[in-house]
Structures are given as structure tokens and as C-alpha cells.
């Protein structure tokens, strides 16, 4: 069905920047928005940003100013622009997308494997 393939993680030291890329495929999809998120070795999975269609965007507060998400419809991918890397963002990230099926009358959210990004010196 929908497959979902992030890339760009890796170790990068703290005030480092990576760029996260996350590509959907699938027949005939119907994508409504896109996002990262998040999960810490002992936290709970946390929403990063998320993207709509028509480029409505929503952070997590903490992140604001630090971290751009941004999409490109046509390919449809989501990218994640971090800046300024602290330790504490270490994570593994995951991608998500919501996707309309059933002739629009449901919608589904599928997820990636995920992508670790690591923060330390």
C-alpha cells in the first residue's frame, strides 16, 4: 500500500544541523498532510511539526525557531530542517503521513521506520 522511506539521520555534534527527508509512495495517493515525530529513550512519542497540503504548519513549541518542516507536493515528500542540535533532541524520528482513502471517506495515517538522530560530542 503506502510505504514511507525517511533518511538523513545520523550523529552530529551538539549546534550541528541536519536535514530529514521523508518520501511517500504509493497508487493513486491522497495525501492530506505530513509530519515528524519523535521518540527518546524513556519518553513518549511526541509530535515535531506537521505540514498540510497547503502548507499550514504546526510545531511543537519547544522546537519553534529551531526546527523547519517543509514539503513538496508534487514528490510527495516532507523535509525537516534542524538547527542548533542539542543533546536532548536525540531521537528516533519518524515520519508520518494521513492519507485519504475509501473514496475520501476515511483517513488513514501510515508511519516510517524511522531515521536515529543522535546529538553528542
Known amino acids: 500500500q503506502v510505504q514511507l522511506v525517511e533518511s538523513g539521520g545520523g550523529l552530529v555534534q551538539p549546534g550541528g544541523s541536519l536535514r530529514l527527508s521523508c518520501a511517500a509512495s504509493?497508487?493513486?495517493?491522497?495525501?492530506?498532510?505530513m509530519g515528524w515525530f519523535r521518540q527518546a529513550p524513556g519518553k513518549q512519542r511526541e509530535l515535531v511539526a506537521s505540514?498540510?497540503?497547503?502548507?499550514?504548519?504546526n510545531y511543537a513549541d519547544s522546537l519553534k525557531g529551531r526546527f523547519t518542516i517543509s514539503g513538496d507536493n508534487a514528490k510527495n515528500t516532507v523535509y525537516l530542517q534542524m538547527n542548533s542540535l542539542k543533546p536532548e533532541d536525540t531521537a528516533v524520528y519518524y515520519c508520518?503521513?494521513?492519507?485519504?482513502?475509501?473514496?475520501?471517506?476515511?483517513?488513514?495515517?501510515?508511519w516510517g521506520q524511522g531515521t536515529q538522530v543522535t546529538v553528542s560530542s
Open positions: 505540514i498540510t497540503t497547503g502548507s499550514r504548519t
Open positions: 504509493g497508487r493513486d495517493l491522497s495525501i492530506n498532510g
Open positions: 508520518s503521513a494521513d492519507v485519504r482513502e475509501n473514496g475520501g471517506l476515511t483517513v488513514r495515517a501510515y
